[in-house]
């Protein structure tokens, strides 16, 4: 119980500072925040305060990630009528289960990968023709866009397994523009204007329609926040029982000394390809949903920057940790969306966090811990 | 301790045997038709002056590096083509000159990555089966544990620290278990006195022959430049110069050649 309340309170205030944040309008009042924001973590940080909640999430994690969903639930049930915040909640959850694929590619298997958002999109595309000429059920789509975009990866399985480090990189970096410039003069996707995408429906029950239960109105993104969030908690364990399991160490093993790897019976070629298919399995589920959240997609919205942003989140939180995953989706979410002064000057805001980071804390906000296979187990 | 003389040791079918082995870097011939058999249990030495091809020869062993003529066998099978992988699961395992410790990874998760072909590696065991995976984790610890208790029983309680904080000898013995916990027939040390000092390399060859004698039948190569190390340990050595065998035989027989003292001193 003792190593739980740590973490438990650190959450609690994180959720009522969230909704705060959320709340407010005023931007002076929302710049005041952002400042006492970032002061409290510096202050606790210096009174050794977060080192225990480090612990706690280390050793506690069932209890403390279960707290996190009710968490996450307060928060949506706070803003049951605001569409725009809920809206911002689901971006904030889909992007998070995408920057986890990226983690698998990048952070364990150590496979550069600039073409998130080009998996994303992938995903998003497959939502709007499936939805529109197909009556396939919606939550298979979702698996079918998260197959396609693992699908189409094989594309660059080739380079990427031929290519190392910066090499590797540049291939995906030219994918993500070929992909933008296939989306916009391919007329039956759309071309530069993309196509609507129809919104979900889960066994006749349309989710673009609000709900109402007892003069109790919600929003109907509730429906998509819940989705969202359900997979959500499915790839975070997926993810987590990769990093605790001999693949999560084959990865980094292969990441860390290829030559080494391959002495010791790894098969660096199998390894690879499951860590870069499952990656963009995980990022095109998320990218189908966020489509038939947002109704409709374009090639813009898919861009080599909007894969920055994933790689931001990866670098800001903390390789290779999911949480660290999730604090910087929130933070790289919803800041700018609050601060409108910020919006144009966004990936500004970007670039000098990561720079930052990269200078003064190299492995991110939540650094990764040592691999524990079965946390608080003793030999 | 005392070893006894490898005189006999050839009247055994070698465990491992290179035949014109060579390999070329360009215009160099790192290994030039070296002929070299390793006896079933024994430990040899393999040493010569910097640049001589013995680490190249455990490359080439290893699968690293494919042999450009010559044959390699381990056991009666042909391996001269053969993956590192294939090499590893034949039963061939290795440490490396610098050491290659994954350094952000724990002691535990280091020498599980020697122990891969023990491990089941499917994805449905190791993400959903749960259970079974924790036998198998549970039981790799305390194999693992064990093992480390061997060099340095205070080491074993720290199986979950990062590698990177340790000093040069703790890695070394890590690099070892590395290499034993897969139960290889064959091991290749090389240079394991690298890096260390005068007392940690008696220290570590003390446990290396302390594992040897633990496991019957485990055949080793050192590669090292330390004479104290290869007297004390080996049954036999090989001499190298400029990839080709110079001369071979124990430590006393080798020490004494004329042709040795002229690679190691120069003319005198």
Same mark, same amino acid.
């Given at each position: 119980?003792?190593?739980?309340?740590?973490?438990?309170?650190?959450?609690?205030?994180?959720?009522?500072?969230?909704?705060?944040?959320?709340?407010?309008?005023?931007?002076?009042?929302?710049?005041?925040?952002?400042?006492?924001?970032?002061?409290?973590?510096?202050?606790?940080?210096?009174?050794?305060?977060?080192?225990?909640?480090?612990?706690?999430?280390?050793?506690?994690?069932?209890?403390?990630?279960?707290?996190?969903?009710?968490? $996450? @639930?307060?928060?949506?049930?706070?803003?049951?009528?605001?569409?725009?915040?809920?809206?911002?909640?689901?971006?904030?959850?889909?992007?998070?289960?995408?920057?986890?694929?990226?983690?698998?590619?990048?952070?364990?298997?150590?496979?550069?990968?600039?073409?998130?958002?080009?998996?994303?999109?992938?995903?998003?595309?497959?939502?709007?023709?499936?939805?529109?000429?197909?009556?396939?059920?919606?939550?298979?789509?979702?698996?079918?866009?998260?197959?396609?975009?693992?699908?189409?990866?094989?594309?660059?399985?080739? /380079?990427?397994?031929?290519?190392?480090?910066?090499? $590797?990189?540049?291939?995906?970096?030219?994918?993500?523009?070929?992909?933008?410039?296939?989306?916009?003069?391919?007329?039956?996707?759309?071309?530069?204007?993309?196509?609507?995408?129809?919104?979900?429906?889960?066994?006749?029950?349309?989710?673009?329609?609000?709900?109402?239960?007892?003069?109790?109105?919600?929003?109907?993104?509730?429906?998509?926040?819940?989705?969202?969030?359900?997979?959500?908690?499915?790839?975070?364990?997926?993810?987590?029982?990769?990093?605790?399991?001999?693949?999560?160490?084959?990865?980094?093993?292969?990441?860390?000394?290829?030559?080494?790897?391959?002495?010791?019976?790894?098969?660096?070629?199998?390894?690879?390809?499951?860590?870069?298919?499952?990656?963009?399995?995980?990022?095109?589920?998320?990218?189908?949903?966020?489509?038939?959240?947002?109704?409709?997609?374009?090639?813009?919205?898919?861009?080599?920057?909007?894969?920055?942003?994933?790689?931001? @989140?990866?670098?800001?939180?903390?390789?290779?940790? /999911?949480?660290?995953?999730?604090?910087?989706?929130?933070?790289?979410? @919803?800041?700018?969306?609050?601060?409108?002064?910020?919006?144009?000057?966004?990936?500004?805001?970007?670039?000098?966090?990561?720079?930052?980071?990269?200078?003064?804390?190299?492995?991110?906000?939540? /650094?990764?811990?040592?691999?524990?296979?079965?946390?608080?187990?003793?030999? | 301790?005392?070893?006894?003389?490898?005189?006999?040791?050839?009247?055994?079918?070698?465990?491992?045997?290179?035949?014109?082995?060579?390999?070329?870097?360009?215009?160099?011939?790192?290994?030039?038709?070296?002929?070299?058999?390793?006896?079933?249990?024994?430990?040899?030495?393999?040493?010569?002056?910097?640049?001589?091809?013995?680490? %190249?020869?455990?490359?080439?062993?290893?699968? +690293?590096?494919?042999?450009? !003529?010559?044959?390699? %066998?381990?056991?009666?099978?042909?391996?001269?083509?053969?993956?590192?992988?294939?090499?590893?699961?034949?039963?061939?395992?290795?440490?490396?000159?610098?050491?290659?410790?994954?350094?952000?990874? !724990?002691?535990?998760?280091?020498?599980?990555?020697?122990?891969?072909?023990?491990?089941?590696?499917?994805?449905?065991?190791?993400?959903?089966?749960?259970?079974?995976?924790?036998?198998?984790?549970?039981?790799?610890?305390?194999?693992?544990?064990?093992?480390?208790?061997?060099?340095?029983?205070?080491?074993?309680?720290?199986?979950?620290?990062?590698?990177?904080?340790?000093?040069? +000898?703790?890695?070394?013995? +890590?690099?070892?278990?590395?290499?034993?916990?897969?139960?290889?027939?064959?091991?290749?040390?090389?240079?394991?006195?690298?890096?260390?000092?005068?007392?940690?390399?008696?220290?570590?060859?003390?446990?290396?022959?302390?594992?040897?004698?633990?496991?019957?039948?485990?055949?080793?190569?050192?590669?090292?430049?330390?004479?104290?190390?290869?007297?004390?340990? %080996?049954?036999?050595?090989?001499?190298?110069?400029?990839?080709?065998?110079?001369?071979?035989?124990?430590?006393?027989? +080798?020490?004494?050649?004329?042709?040795?003292?002229?690679?190691?001193?120069?003319?005198?």
């Amino acid at each position: 119980m003792e190593s739980i309340l740590p973490g438990a309170v650190a959450l609690a205030l994180a959720t009522a500072y969230l909704i705060v944040l959320l709340r407010v309008e005023n931007q002076n009042t929302i710049l005041a925040l952002l400042g006492v924001g970032i002061a409290a973590v510096l202050v606790a940080n210096w009174l050794g305060w977060l080192a225990p909640v480090g612990r706690s999430f280390g050793e506690r994690e069932d209890v403390l990630g279960l707290l996190a969903i009710v968490a $996450a @639930i307060v928060v949506a049930s706070y803003f049951h009528e605001d569409h725009f915040v809920l809206l911002l909640l689901c971006t904030v959850l889909l992007y998070t289960v995408a920057t986890l694929g990226l983690n698998v590619q990048f952070g364990y298997a150590g496979v550069l990968n600039f073409a998130g958002a080009s998996f994303f999109g992938i995903g998003a595309y497959t939502a709007a023709v499936l939805n529109q000429h197909t009556a396939i059920p919606h939550l298979i789509v979702l698996l079918i866009g998260g197959l396609m975009a693992a699908l189409i990866g094989c594309l660059l399985l080739l /380079p990427v397994l031929r290519t190392r480090g910066h090499y $590797a990189a540049v291939v995906t970096i030219a994918f993500a523009l070929l992909l933008k410039t296939f989306l916009e003069v391919n007329d039956v996707l759309g071309g530069p204007q993309g196509l609507q995408v129809r919104s979900m429906n889960v066994l006749g029950w349309s989710f673009n329609n609000n709900i109402e239960i007892g003069g109790l109105r919600l929003s109907f993104y509730t429906s998509y926040f819940a989705t969202s969030l359900l997979i959500l908690i499915g790839a975070f364990v997926l993810v987590r029982r990769l990093e605790r399991s001999w693949i999560g160490l084959n990865l980094d093993a292969l990441r860390l000394d290829e030559t080494a790897a391959g002495c010791f019976g790894l098969n660096i070629v199998r390894w690879k390809v499951t860590a870069f298919l499952l990656g963009n399995f995980l990022i095109g589920i998320a990218g189908t949903l966020q489509g038939m959240v947002v109704g409709f997609v374009q090639p813009n919205n898919y861009t080599f920057a909007d894969s920055l942003i994933f790689v931001s @989140i990866l670098l800001l939180g903390g390789i290779g940790n /999911p949480w660290g995953v999730a604090v910087a989706t929130v933070i790289v979410v @919803i800041v700018p969306e609050k601060l409108q002064v910020i919006q144009e000057y966004r990936f500004l805001l970007y670039a000098a966090l990561v720079m930052m980071v990269l200078l003064f804390r190299p492995e991110g906000l939540l /650094p990764r811990p040592v691999r524990s296979y079965f946390p608080g187990w003793r030999p | 301790m005392t070893r006894k003389p490898a005189e006999d040791s050839t009247k055994f079918a070698p465990v491992l045997a290179a035949r014109g082995l060579t390999k070329r870097f360009g215009g160099v011939l790192a290994i030039d038709h070296l002929d070299l058999e390793v006896a079933q249990g024994e430990i040899l030495g393999l040493i010569g002056p910097n640049g001589s091809g013995k680490t %190249t020869f455990f490359n080439v062993v290893t699968g +690293i590096y494919g042999a450009d !003529s010559g044959s390699v %066998t381990f056991g009666g099978a042909d391996i001269t083509q053969a993956s590192p992988q294939a090499v590893y699961h034949a039963g061939i395992s290795r440490t490396f000159q610098r050491s290659r410790l994954s350094l952000p990874l !724990s002691i535990f998760d280091n020498i599980m990555i020697g122990n891969h072909k023990r491990l089941n590696q499917r994805l449905w065991f190791n993400l959903i089966r749960r259970d079974a995976f924790k036998r198998e984790y549970e039981s790799s610890f305390h194999e693992a544990r064990a093992l480390v208790e061997v060099f340095d029983p205070p080491l074993a309680n720290r199986m979950f620290e990062a590698v990177v904080g340790l000093p040069m +000898i703790d890695r070394r013995r +890590i690099e070892i278990c590395r290499a034993l916990i897969s139960q290889p027939k064959l091991l290749l040390l090389d240079e394991p006195s690298a890096g260390m000092t005068h007392d940690e390399t008696t220290q570590l060859m003390n446990d290396i022959l302390e594992v040897r004698d633990r496991i019957p039948g485990l055949t080793i190569v050192i590669v090292e430049h330390e004479m104290g190390v290869i007297e004390r340990s %080996t049954d036999r050595c090989v001499v190298l110069n400029f990839g080709r065998k110079i001369s071979e035989g124990t430590f006393t027989k +080798i020490a004494a050649d004329r042709q040795v003292q002229e690679a190691y001193l120069g003319l005198q």
